[in-house]
Nanobody, 118 residues
Framework: QVQLVESGGGLVQAGGSLRLSCVVS????????MGWYRQAPGKQRELVALISGGGMTKYADSVKGRFTISRDNAKNTVYLQMNSLKPEDTAVYYC????????????WGQGTQVTVST
């Protein structure tokens, strides 16, 4: 059974930094991507950053130049380094794992709260 466990959220002042971690346990095959999504109150869940199985990255326009996604394959862990945080970054951040061939499988973590104060 695949499980994702996030950590690293918290309360930070605007301009500060946080690093989120997501540890993946269990077996999976044909990794397609790992990513971070977020959901603010009253809003839809949105993509923040994605790293493909081949290591290509993709970012939401709102976080480009401030956030960095990375992956440690040996530790089955994906990170999100968040710098220059803004109040509008406040949300619950979710880790996502997508894998498979013709059939794709999506797994989600439980989420970690990030709150940026003014």
């Amino acid at each position: 059974q695949v499980q994702l466990v996030e950590s690293g959220g918290g309360l930070v002042q605007a301009g500060g930094s946080l690093r989120l971690s997501c540890v993946v346990s269990g077996s999976f095959f044909r990794l397609k991507s790992m990513g971070w999504y977020r959901q603010a109150p009253g809003k839809q869940r949105e993509l923040v950053a994605l790293i493909s199985g081949g290591g290509m990255t993709k970012y939401a326009d709102s976080v480009k130049g401030r956030f960095t996604i990375s992956r440690d394959n040996a530790k089955n862990t994906v990170y999100l380094q968040m710098n220059s945080l803004k109040p509008e970054d406040t949300a619950v951040y979710y880790c996502n794992l997508r894998f498979g061939g013709a059939n794709e499988y999506d797994y989600w973590g439980q989420g970690t709260q990030v709150t940026v104060s003014t």
